[in-house]
């Protein structure tokens, strides 16, 4: 894949402390971009920041801290990232959990909204920085996702591969009503699987999910592996302007039917912003 350098730009990355998206840090670093990573643990974030300026010989990497589970700390977060830089050339949303028992943010949250407030309140930066990148990571686990758009938050029930599915499919919807949103400004979303990654991902769940994890880790790709989608979304040469697309193994693929419907893409972004306090 040809990968443009990135000298110069400024590149944002949430759940940039371990796993996927701390290789996608790294490997943004390696073309030579500004790298921010995003993490909520001051020293774990400092200890990855110090490993990939190591690995990357790239110095220009960067910590900011907060807790996107928060919508205020999500607000904290673009405030701070605003106010600290000048622009923002790709936005990888990246951070994601796994939870076997409903479990609500603070805010009594389930799914995607994090990617989506903290898009929208950069998107002003991003259109101003254009040529820009979104990169959503995604999960083939769209597939069996389901939209009840009278219960996006799952009250009335929950089975958590289900619940993963429809986080995933509404990455999915949202990467579709942003790229028309943006169509024409140079600011591209696209979204994305990184494939069956052994990372942390779902380890809060108990002893149970840790030794699934453990059984499996033979068969996954490598942090490493997964990472290579992302970072060739956000900075492939072959990109340039390519925009609503999902991407598997460095390919556009054709996603669900379901997550390609424009106007449930678009009443699912009118319901988001009505649940993060947006206007419309």
């Excluded at 405030?79 to 603070?106: C, I, K, Q, W």
């Excluded at 169509?183 to 990184?194: W, Y």
């Excluded at 052994?198 to 790709?221: D, E, V, Y």
């Amino acid at each position: 894949m040809a990968l443009a350098r990135l000298d110069g730009r400024i590149c944002l990355v949430t759940g940039a402390t371990s796993g996927i998206g701390q290789e996608t840090a790294r490997g943004l670093a390696g073309l030579g971009a500004h790298v921010v990573i995003v993490g909520r643990d001051r020293a774990r974030a400092e200890s990855t920041r110090k490993a990939i300026v190591e690995r990357s010989g790239n110095p220009r990497v960067d910590v900011l801290l907060a807790d996107l589970s928060s919508l205020a700390g999500i607000r904290g977060l673009a405030d701070e990232f605003l106010s600290s830089y000048p622009a923002l050339h790709v936005l990888v949303n990246n951070a994601g959990t796994v939870e076997l028992s409903r479990t609500v943010t603070v805010d009594g949250f389930v799914n995607h909204l994090a990617y989506f407030l903290l898009t929208n309140l950069l998107l002003p930066r991003l259109r101003a920085s254009a040529p820009a990148r979104i990169v959503n990571v995604a999960s083939e686990a769209h597939r069996f996702g389901r939209i009840d758009l009278a219960d996006l938050q799952s009250e009335k029930s929950y089975a958590a591969m289900r619940v993963y599915g429809t986080s995933k499919l509404l990455n999915l919807l949202f990467t579709v009503a942003l790229a028309e949103r943006l169509a024409g400004s140079g600011v591209t979303a696209n979204c994305l699987h990184p494939g069956a990654v052994s990372t942390g991902l779902g380890k809060q769940n108990g002893a149970l999910a840790k030794l699934l994890i453990g059984l499996l880790r033979p068969f996954f790709l490598t942090a490493e592996q997964g990472a290579a989608n992302s970072i060739f979304v956000a900075a492939s040469d072959e990109l340039a302007g390519v925009s609503g697309k999902y991407f598997v193994k460095q390919r556009a693929v054709a996603p669900s039917r379901r997550s390609q419907r424009l106007e449930l893409a678009r009443r699912v972004w009118a319901r988001s912003n009505e649940l993060v306090g947006l206007p419309g």
